[in-house]
């Protein structure tokens, strides 16, 4: 049986469902890394830049300063 497949296997948030036999596991997805914080494993983005070094074009980051740049 697929749990994955049928709907059974409901992962948490940034996580995707793998079938394995007999049962299934929750992995973090591509770019994510699992991580222990505060008493529970959460995944977290491997890549530790600020948001706004990622995605400078990005209206949240252009207009940090509340002038934004056209």
Not at 39 to 63: E, H, M
Request: with cysteine; aromatic share 8%.
């Amino acid at each position: 049986i697929d749990e994955c497949a049928l709907g059974g296997g409901v992962c948490p948030r940034r996580r995707k469902c793998v079938n394995t036999f007999g049962s299934f596991v929750c992995k973090c997805h591509l770019g994510f890394k699992l991580t222990y914080i505060n008493g529970r494993y959460t995944c977290i983005d491997k890549d530790t830049r600020p948001f706004c070094s990622l995605n400078p074009a990005s209206p949240k980051c252009r207009c940090r300063d509340g002038s934004c740049k056209g």
